[in-house]
C-alpha cells in the first residue's frame, strides 16, 4: 500500500494550550457580543412598537379600569428603550 498523504493538520494538533484558550476566549467574546446585539435588537424594536399598544387601551377604556395594567405596559416600555438604545450604534 502506499503512504497517502494525511489530511490532520498538525500545526493544530500540536498547537499550544495558550492557542486553545485564546480560541475560546475568543469564541466567548464572540457569543456575547452576539447575545448582547440580540438583545439590544428586541428592545429597539420592543419600543418602536410597544405604542401601538396604547392607542387600543385608550380607545376601549381600559386606561381608566385597570391602571397597574398601564402602569406594567409603561414600565415595560421604559425597559425596552433602556435596552434598545445602542442598537445600531455602530
Do not use: C
Amino acid at each position: 500500500m502506499s503512504n497517502a498523504p494525511s489530511t490532520l493538520d498538525t500545526q493544530r494538533v500540536t498547537g499550544s494550550a495558550d492557542e486553545s484558550t485564546s480560541s475560546h476566549t475568543e469564541l466567548a467574546r464572540s457569543l456575547r457580543k452576539t447575545a448582547t446585539n440580540q438583545f439590544r435588537f428586541a428592545g429597539f424594536w420592543s419600543a418602536v412598537l410597544l405604542p401601538l399598544a396604547y392607542v387600543p387601551m385608550l380607545i376601549g377604556g381600559v386606561a381608566g379600569s385597570q391602571p397597574s395594567l398601564v402602569a406594567a405596559l409603561m414600565a415595560l416600555h421604559a425597559a425596552a428603550l433602556v435596552a434598545g438604545h445602542d442598537y445600531r450604534k455602530d
